[in-house]
């Protein structure tokens, strides 16, 4: 089952999606240039929203946990991309060790070590999972019928291994599933073995505001090359930095250019006609894991921030204080599946797309974050492939809307390239 | 609906089954080896015999038909794949034009034509067909609602192209899709664009024997590798030249041939048991389509061949008189689908395996040719992709079988490789 879009689609949107559909083959032109001489991370997740009259990328992981919510239908699709990425970074590796996040306990997140795990294996990888914390001791789950062994990381003469059985696995490469939220590792600076991504597209160095700068660059090229109007898949975004959630005088300069944002927009409405209400969402530049994160409608709201909402701001993942917000257009989600909305998130390997699934939430308002802690959102896969556009077909065939989604999300991609890969 | 092995497996080859999916990581690392310098074959189908006691391929086919037999489930990994190709191959292609083969009015033929187009398009690539015959006049096909156009190929300053409505399309690439039995054709001679494969992977080039000399050379590999019995995965062969069906003499050394190879088969099948009766598949060396073949089993009948064997044998298509023979060990197909014979046909574009479908006959001894002129086979496509082999299950479970077929499939295809490209 696929979710609708709720509202009337916008005409201006309609036109995009059939732009995009019936030039998919210039695209997938476009694309190749592109990727040419680019190297692509290992693997991303990109959280899209669509709201009817845009669509557009909010969030691109290069540590995707949630490998479990894919249709196993295409896991072949995933193992087949996970062939050509081990060919083309490290054709000569045999063994590997997943890094995963450190202190989850989170059965979901062991769901989608044992999916990952699956897919390198049948890529031609033997596999297994360290953890980087040096307190963890050797624990074994059961999922789903599997049992998953986590091992604590250990180094040696600069290599990294597990101890399994007595014997050392030691890997050729290491494959981070572990976002580095809390810092670059001392344990892998000295390393010689491949780590994948390299620890630079950790959460300590990204800055969203940073990736979103690649993209406004990609985002540019692309709709110059299909002759549209930038915003139908960009949203306008602003930063402050060198602050302090508690300061006055930040707060004014957040809602100052809150308020030169929502104006911008409200013209696009405008223009458009689209009667919704604007909003925007601040987000710590550093953040992850939707923590760090309110939405406002109204700027004078940031001046009136009650202190739960500040506490909320000013720290993230392992308590790293917030200094730089990035304050973006919000996008309504208006995909909807049994009345509840429901958000894409499209998943690749190499510069392929290889599925996705919607996040789909009961208890959200359409304008909130549904990547937040606590959250609870029903997976629901992907159906169809994002890789067969039909010119035949309307755009809310699924494959044809899904085709889309693949390639906003690949947009999304080739700004994380160049963000971590220059 | 998954064909059954007939008789109680020979231990021998369970073994073979269980060593292949137990080993499946080191065997991906073997291929990733062995692909690392060796450019691969754009596509490629390979027929592939299934005893119960051996399974090996016995065709290796470089302009594959059939592409409407494999199951869409799995087409975004054809997709895919053709991706990957054109990347390596071609990455600045946009158009490209498919050659047909010159006369068929086989309506299969035309839907296999109309998935490789939808395949391609998907692809990123803008498709036209185009007939190499001189005296072909544009035409118009009907298939499954789609049209099909095939125009005549017309030529200009080294540059291939069709006229599509007063407009010239002119291709970067050409793809092939007619196995060039008549001969090199001069009409590609002096042209610029790139050929995909190239023309001296047709058959008025391409000899059986030649392509079984390569494979002995990757089968011992791969046996050496995984110390088993190469006899496992290989037939036995020999060959006659400069020969003439018709010369008594060439009969009798044909006969000495025979006797001596059924005699190393029988050697085989006591060793490890085997209750069947060992035949010969007799087959023209530059044949295809299934023409110029005979079976026998037993080598007196080669001198008694009745004319309209002799007829069967001595020319093959498009006229071309037979003056080698490959002698090849049958064997015998053992897998039945609702009482029927059926025999495994896989899928492979550059490197990767896409799919495959059983030819499933009615009509045929185990241990005749299926992929005869005028046969008429049921395509029942693989219903699990040949990439996710599973430990803890059976190698009757059908993901572990199309998973060793996948393998033996790509050792043929490494043997073309190296047969082609050297």
Redesign the interface.
Known sequence: MNPELKTAINSEFLKLENLIIRN??????W???K??DQEAPFYASVDLRNSGFKIAPVDTNLFPAGFNNLNP?????A???T??A??KIC????KIIIIPENHSRNIFYFKNLLSLTEIL??????VEIGNLDPSFQKTEYEIDGHNIIVYPLQKENHRVFIKKNEHKFIPCSILLNNDLSSGDPEFLKDITQTIIPHTSAGWFNRRKSNHFKFYNQVAKEFTDFLNIDEWLINPYFDTHEDMDINNENDLKIITEKSEFLLRKIKDKYTKYGINHQPYLVIKADAGTYGMGIITIQDPSEIMQLNRKKRNKMSTIKDGQKVTKVIIQEGIHSEEILNEAVSEPVVYTIDH?VIGGFYRVHTSKDKNENLNSPGMEFFPTPFEQ?C???DQGRDCNDPPNRFYVYGVIARLALLAAAREIYG
Chains 1, 2 share one sequence.
């Open positions: 998919s083959c210039e695209i997938e032109q694309f190749r240039s990727w040419l239908q295409f896991e072949p699709l193992i087949q991309a062939t050509i081990i060919e054709p000569e590796a045999a294996k049948n890529a031609g990888l033997e392929y492939s890789l067969m556009p």
